[in-house]
């Protein structure tokens, strides 16, 4: 291992840590602190971090344990009951960006097929940021925020789909892309049927070793690894990975051990890799090769993918009688894109579909996207008492 990489997380727990502080003393969520910490220290600013494969892993261990514990802390009974708000939600919430999308890209001379990309890539949602947001400000477990990770999930599966859909249109003939399309659905379906055998049984096993055990750091340990456990078989299934994480955490959050595991949890996540995985967010912003052309793509860009969103799912929180302050509480919050964007983009490079110029606005609207959620969130809740963490 190269020991500048040392160095390296010197800077980003100080930086993170730092800038978090500085950013709720002006009354702001420190995860805005740690993505400006991120920008700072990366490519567009000071060039001291750079996003090296042991950053961008220990950045994807960020966020599992970080939609690990959104799972712990989640209210099951309010989950359950919001369910079919949820659906709403995310439905109506990926067809609006969908054609947003479609539109403007369309409009700037792209072809359907890039145009319909770009518009899938709006439709994805980043629940992480969120997440870290809504829990510093303690307002994870309200309806708003409930609605939020029940919409964020089911849009990454809806995203999926039309991922799928998409890939498959750049194969010649109508087989191919129903084969795809057809695996990709059975896939989902046998993640979750495994999903709900594996939950069922690790939630009865966690409750007899808490009574067995008490408040053991192996209980905690047990729990880690099946949260790993099931982030991996949801990658196996072509599912995200946070997906798995987020639902192992909701399989343990009414275990008599919830609050001791959540405990422990917390410690990992804070302490080193949350801070890691916040910073490579804003690793990835450069601002090379960019012209006036593409800046103007990148602010309308910037406008439909907020916009869309924001109006989408508020649409469907309003016709699920949330009032107005809780529908704009959840069109707020399933603003940010961060990873899940960039993954989608990434395979439309991989798939020829997108070009570099194309991904570097893209790029930005995910940062930028991602910093302001926070931003909103502060004054979409700012009617109730707040009480940011340290």
Excluded: W
């Amino acid at each position: 291992m190269d020991s500048f990489f040392l160095f390296e997380l010197t800077l980003i727990l100080l930086a993170t840590k730092i800038f978090g502080l500085f950013s709720r003393k002006i009354h702001l969520p420190q995860v805005v602190g740690a993505l400006f910490a991120g920008i700072l220290l990366g490519p567009a600013v000071l060039k001291l971090v750079v996003k090296s494969d042991v950053i961008t892993t220990l950045a994807e261990v960020g966020v599992i344990l970080l939609m690990f514990s959104a799972g712990l802390e989640t209210d099951f009974k309010q989950l359950r009951g919001s369910l079919k708000a949820s659906l709403i939600i995310a439905a109506i919430g990926v067809v609006v960006p969908l054609a947003g999308g479609f539109a403007l890209a369309h409009f700037f001379g792209q072809d359907i097929l890039k145009s319909i990309f770009i518009g899938v890539i709006l439709t994805a949602t980043s629940v992480s940021i969120t997440v870290e947001a809504l829990q510093e400000m303690g307002k994870l477990k309200t309806k708003a925020g409930t609605a939020i990770l029940g919409a964020a999930v089911i849009d990454d599966i809806l995203g999926i789909i039309i991922l799928s859909v998409i890939m498959g249109m750049g194969t010649e003939g109508g087989a191919p892309v129903a084969a795809a399309i057809g695996l990709t659905l059975l896939k989902i379906v046998g993640f979750f049927a495994l999903a709900l055998a594996c939950g069922f049984g690790a939630y009865k096993l966690f409750q007899f070793l808490s009574v067995k055990l008490g408040r053991k750091r192996r209980l905690s340990i047990f729990a880690l690894a099946f949260c790993f456990l099931l982030a991996y078989l949801a990658e196996q299934f072509g599912v995200a990975d946070i997906t798995g994480a987020y639902i192992a955490g909701l399989v343990l959050c009414n275990c008599n051990a919830e609050e001791y595991i959540e405990e422990k949890n917390i410690v990992l996540s804070y302490m080193f890799f949350s801070p890691i995985f916040f910073v490579s967010v804003g690793l990835m912003t450069s601002f090379d090769g960019i012209t006036g052309e593409t800046v103007l793509f990148i602010v309308l860009l910037l406008v439909v993918a907020a916009a869309t969103k924001f109006v989408g799912c508020g649409i469907g929180a309003l016709l699920n009688k949330f009032t107005r302050e809780e529908s704009i509480q959840v069109g707020v919050g399933m603003i940010s894109r961060g990873e899940v964007a960039i993954i989608v983009a990434t395979k439309g490079i991989a798939a020829g579909i997108m070009d570099s110029s194309l991904f570097s606005g893209v790029i930005v609207v995910v940062i930028i996207t991602t910093l302001i959620t926070p931003v909103l969130l502060k004054m979409a809740f700012r009617k109730e008492k707040i009480e940011l963490r340290d």
